[in-house]
């Protein structure tokens, strides 16, 4: 089906090990947008992307890096997970009217 | 300061009632603002945006504009149970297509 998804959709890990959120869309869409929800601080933009190998920092970009290689993959990396990172992870894409965002189901992130 | 600010609720409205769910935000420079309804363990989907001053009217949800104010708001007539969820504004900037999300409203029509 087309659209954006992502994966792993729940994941638990340790302290200090690197984690992968993966982000695939089917549209082509430029822009793309990693979120994390928490409770009280809503949806904060970690990291964007206008295009392939174009990548800049949201609000909140510190300890997460982020990598486009590719116009459909957008891959968020946590390089030293800690308790703080534990949140819901939202990838996003920006359709052609650069006036709708699609967001993908969402990654379940809890760091122990 | 905050770039979107909303009430957290919870809201509560009675079936039919209409609901007024309101934002304000900081940058006269936003471009563009948008409310967006997540229910609760779902992504964010895109109710309605506007970009004029004035209403907009899209079925039982009108947005509304003040710049001037630096206001936003989302009525949402004859409420259905099916309307509970958390409602998110969200502005645009003029650069680089970011988007700003507010905290969310919880809204919960009785029925």
Redesign the interface.
Known sequence: DAGITQSPRYKITETGRQVTLMCHQTWSHSYMFWYRQDLGHGLRLIYYSAAADITDKGEVPDGYVVSRSKTENFPLTLESATRSQTSVYFCASLGQGGNTIYFGEGSWLTVV | QKEVE?N?GPLSVPEGAIASLNCTYSDRGSQ?F?WYRQYSG?????IM?IYSNGDKEDGRFTAQLNKASQYVSLLIRDSQPSDSATY?C?V?KVT?????????TSLTVIP
């Open positions: 909303q957290s563009s948008f779902k992504s964010p989907e895109l945006f998110l969200a645009k680089g297509n970011q988007f700003y999300f507010g905290t969310g």
